[in-house]
């Protein structure tokens, strides 16, 4: 395993003395550490791309680590818009490169029909609208 990490920290303990937790990220098995996030545990294995730009294509990560710009969202099991650097592994977790957001440019979606708020995104999610699967 790649480890990136700090293995006895003053505050946090031993990284020994941590559960290990069995996840997927795009098929492939990784273990990480009870505490660890989505985020945490894919960078501790070297992984940064958590999903590529919807226009661009060019890759994105974490970027404010705090969950205010969902730079990091990835799809947890069925869930879509999911902020890789909130949420806590579990055992078991299948989660996979995030989707595009709605494309604004893409015709086919009237534009009344585009969320306006994360929130609307988040709810149309649920609903499974909105999202590109190209
Ligand atoms: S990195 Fe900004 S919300 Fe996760």
């Given at each position: 395993m790649t480890n990136n990490r700090i293995v006895d920290h003053p505050v946090l303990g031993r990284l020994a003395d941590r559960k290990e937790i069995t996840f997927t990220f795009d098929g492939t098995?990784?273990?990480?550490?009870?505490?660890?996030?989505?985020?945490?545990?894919?960078?501790?294995?070297?992984?940064?791309?958590?999903?590529?730009?919807?226009?661009?294509?060019?890759?994105?990560?974490?970027?404010c680590n705090i969950g205010h710009c969902y730079e990091c969202?990835?799809?947890?099991?069925?869930a879509r818009g999911v902020r890789a650097c909130l949420t806590p592994i579990k055992e078991g977790m299948v989660v996979s490169s995030g989707k595009g957001l709605p494309n604004p440019l893409d015709a086919s979606i009237p534009p009344e029909e585009l969320p306006r708020t994360y929130q609307e995104y988040e709810e149309q999610s649920k609903e499974g609208k909105g999202d590109t699967d190209a």
């Amino acid at each position: 395993m790649t480890n990136n990490r700090i293995v006895d920290h003053p505050v946090l303990g031993r990284l020994a003395d941590r559960k290990e937790i069995t996840f997927t990220f795009d098929g492939t098995e990784y273990t990480g550490y009870e505490g660890d996030t989505v985020a945490s545990a894919l960078l501790a294995h070297g992984i940064r791309t958590l999903r590529v730009h919807e226009e661009s294509k060019r890759p994105r990560s974490i970027y404010c680590n705090i969950g205010h710009c969902y730079e990091c969202r990835v799809m947890v099991d069925d869930a879509r818009g999911v902020r890789a650097c909130l949420t806590p592994i579990k055992e078991g977790m299948v989660v996979s490169s995030g989707k595009g957001l709605p494309n604004p440019l893409d015709a086919s979606i009237p534009p009344e029909e585009l969320p306006r708020t994360y929130q609307e995104y988040e709810e149309q999610s649920k609903e499974g609208k909105g999202d590109t699967d190209a």
